[in-house]
Each structure stands twice: as structure tokens, then as C-alpha cells.
């Protein structure tokens, strides 16, 4: 099946500190949506892109849709202690019959040290 | 609060157990789901139901059984479960199952918290 690289997988920084996180695949995309799921939880979203170039962003998240359709990042400005948790990417695929399911990337684990 | 519902949040159950896994979305969706999420693997999609008819069983073993009475509620019935089952079970909603190549902004998933199954 497609298959949506996510990196990196886990991270560790120091609170205040910007983080980065990417997605990327072989095939193109009309949309990249970034999900994050904290401890016991099940994940929410948090920007939606639906358009190649697009930058979107959401507080202290910024989300940019790639231009070439196969990639996204997520860039999260100064961080705090409740920005723990795991982030992901996912994409609609395709599914026969007029309808697309979405399929995630593997996650960021993220860690903020205070 | 996504308007996902999912009940028990969690549950442990022995091989030979029957148990339910009820998920209820007030959210006016047409679409539910199941994914199962295990530790170092991607969500897994398990099963797509849309208008109470499933269109998607991602090849997903008998003993995991879905049940759609109307839109807003969803079950999955466990029997004969095995260790290797046990994982977070998350329910979701969306407005619609489909799009005309691409999920517009009124048809985002939500997920309910999810279920947490341990199989002893």
C-alpha cells in the first residue's frame, strides 16, 4: 500500500525551541492534513492544506502544503510543555467507487523538556 | 470534545470473551469508521461504513465483527481475540465518504478518544 514517510520520529528538544516535522511520499497529493494525538487520546486535527504552496497556519503551527504535491511540513514556533504528544500526517487515498480514505504516516513523538 | 464518542475507554478481556466496543458520533456524519492503532505502527484503517452500509473491510480477521444500526452509532464486536489484538481502537466520523478527488474542508475526519482493548 501507499506509503507516507514521516520524519523524524521522535524528538526531543528543550521548551522554547522551534521543531520541524515533515511528510513525504512518491505519489502526489490534494491534500495533507496534520493530526496530533496526545496520551490517551485519539488524535485531532490540527490544519487542513488543500492546495499545492499553500501555507496555513494555526497559533503557533504552521503548516505548509509542498509545492510539488509530494510533501508537508509542520513547524511548531516556541514550544511549551503541551505540545508533548505525536503528530501525524495523512492523505486521502483513493479507494474505488468515488471514495478516499485517509492514510497516516507513522508519526512524530514529540517530547518537550521544561 | 470532537463529538466522537467511544465506549469503554478501556477494557481488558480473556481469549474466550465476547465483548462490544460502542462508538456514537453527534456530529450529523453519514460516515464511521474503525482504525486500529497499535505501538511503532501507522493507524490502521479496519472498516468504512457509510449511509449504515459497510464499503470497506480492510481484509480485517472474523473474530473483529462491525455493526452499523444508523449513522450515528457504530459497534465492533470481539470474540476470540488474541494478545496481539490488543492495541487502541479509535472510531471516527466524517461527513461524507466521498470526495471528488480531494476532502474539502467540510469533510474532515474526527476521531473519537479512542478504546483502549488489552487481550490476556
Known amino acids: 500500500g501507499q506509503q507516507l514517510n514521516q520524519s523524524p520520529q521522535s524528538m526531543f528538544i528543550q521548551e522554547g525551541e522551534d521543531v520541524s516535522m515533515n511528510c513525504t511520499s512518491s505519489?502526489?497529493?490534494?491534500?495533507w492534513l496534520w493530526y496530533k494525538q496526545e496520551p490517551g487520546e485519539g488524535p485531532v486535527l490540527l490544519i487542513a492544506?488543500?492546495?499545492?504552496?499553500e501555507l496555513t497556519s494555526n497559533g503557533r503551527l504552521t503548516a505548509q502544503f509542498g509545492i510539488t504535491r509530494k510533501d508537508s511540513f509542520l513547524n511548531i514556533s516556541a514550544s511549551i510543555p503541551s505540545d508533548v504528544g505525536i503528530y501525524f500526517c495523512?492523505?486521502?487515498?483513493?479507494?474505488?467507487?468515488?471514495?478516499?480514505?485517509?492514510?497516516f504516516g507513522k508519526g512524530t513523538k514529540l517530547s518537550v523538556i521544561p | 470534545e470532537t463529538g466522537v464518542t467511544q465506549t469503554p475507554r478501556h477494557l481488558v478481556m480473556g481469549m474466550t470473551n465476547k465483548k462490544s466496543l460502542k462508538c456514537e458520533q453527534h456530529?450529523?456524519?453519514?460516515?464511521m469508521y474503525w482504525y486500529k492503532q497499535s505501538a511503532k505502527k501507522p493507524l490502521e484503517l479496519m472498516f468504512v461504513?457509510?449511509?449504515?452500509?459497510?464499503?470497506e473491510n480492510n481484509s480485517v480477521p472474523s473474530r473483529f465483527s462491525p455493526e452499523c444500526p444508523n449513522s450515528s452509532h457504530l459497534f465492533l464486536h470481539l470474540h476470540t481475540l488474541q494478545p496481539e489484538d490488543s492495541a487502541l481502537y479509535l472510531c471516527?466520523?466524517?461527513?461524507?465518504?466521498?470526495?471528488?478527488?480531494?476532502?474539502?474542508?467540510?469533510?474532515?475526519?474526527?476521531f473519537g478518544e479512542g478504546s483502549w482493548l488489552t487481550v490476556v
Open positions: 471516527a466520523s466524517s461527513q461524507e465518504l466521498s470526495a471528488p478527488g480531494r476532502l474539502s474542508s467540510g469533510n474532515t475526519i474526527y
Open positions: 505519489s502526489i497529493f490534494n491534500t
Open positions: 492544506l488543500y492546495k499545492a504552496g
Open positions: 495523512a492523505v486521502p487515498l483513493y479507494s474505488g467507487a468515488g471514495s478516499y480514505q485517509l492514510t
Open positions: 456530529l450529523g456524519h453519514n460516515a
Open positions: 461504513y457509510n449511509f449504515k452500509e459497510q464499503t
